[in-house]
């Protein structure tokens, strides 16, 4: 699982040891990195590997490396697509693509795990905010970041589908938030 936009590392020291199966890698821009890692070290010690540096406007990523990535099964990321501006959304779906597309053709000759993109956040649907409180949220991005706001749920699908990804669940979450869980062929 590559964590994309790990920020302070909440997901990857609660996800990691939840899900053992699962080797979760964190990820974020270069001025991320320091308290990243600081915490992946003092919480995440013997169950995460150290984080890795990547932005998503990189093309194509630069991946350290050694890193555990390619090939990865599943792509995560909380609260990022609404602060990056729209071409940094649209690498972010390009990369992702990619990764998972590399990942099937690694794996071309045997069984492979299924490939997952999951993002979680705040969208609109079909142009409305899904709360009065998404609204002022979207206002007070936009004042700090003309570039960043809450996304359209279509247009981030027509993204992932151009990448070959199905959408295949929109589940509701906490404080207007929502997870979309995209599927790619194995």
């Given at each position: 699982?590559?964590?994309?936009?790990?920020?302070?590392?909440?997901?990857?020291?609660?996800?990691?040891?939840?899900?053992p199966?699962?080797?979760?890698?964190?990820?974020?821009?270069a001025e991320?990195?320091?308290?990243?890692?600081?915490?992946?070290?003092?919480?995440?010690?013997?169950?995460?590997?150290?984080?890795?540096?990547?932005?998503?406007?990189?093309?194509?990523?630069?991946?350290?490396?050694?890193?555990?990535?390619?090939?990865?099964?599943?792509?995560?990321?909380?609260?990022?697509?609404?602060?990056?501006?729209?071409?940094?959304?649209?690498?972010?779906?390009?990369?992702?693509?990619?990764?998972?597309?590399?990942?099937?053709?690694?794996r071309?000759?045997?069984?492979?795990?299924?490939?997952?993109?999951?993002?979680?956040?705040?969208?609109?649907?079909?142009?409305?905010f899904?709360?009065?409180?998404?609204?002022?949220?979207?206002?007070?991005?936009?004042?700090?970041?003309?570039?960043?706001?809450?996304?359209?749920?279509?247009?981030?699908?027509?993204?992932?589908?151009?990448?070959?990804?199905?959408?295949?669940?929109?589940?509701?979450?906490p404080?207007?938030?929502?997870?979309?869980?995209?599927?790619?062929?194995?």
């Amino acid at each position: 699982m590559l964590e994309i936009g790990s920020g302070t590392g909440q997901h990857a020291v609660f996800f990691a040891p939840a899900l053992p199966h699962l080797l979760w890698q964190a990820s974020d821009r270069a001025e991320w990195l320091p308290g990243l890692r600081a915490r992946i070290a003092r919480e995440g010690a013997g169950k995460l590997p150290p984080p890795i540096e990547l932005d998503v406007t990189a093309n194509p990523w630069p991946l350290p490396a050694g890193t555990a990535v390619p090939p990865v099964d599943a792509v995560f990321t909380a609260n990022t697509l609404h602060i990056m501006g729209w071409p940094a959304v649209e690498a972010f779906f390009a990369g992702v693509g990619r990764l998972l597309a590399m990942s099937g053709d690694a794996r071309a000759t045997g069984t492979s795990p299924r490939r997952v993109l999951a993002v979680y956040g705040p969208f609109r649907y079909r142009g409305a905010f899904t709360s009065a409180s998404n609204a002022a949220f979207d206002a007070t991005l936009r004042q700090r970041d003309p570039a960043s706001g809450i996304r359209d749920f279509e247009a981030v699908d027509a993204l992932a589908a151009a990448q070959g990804l199905a959408l295949e669940a929109d589940h509701a979450m906490p404080a207007n938030n929502q997870l979309l869980l995209w599927g790619a062929a194995a």
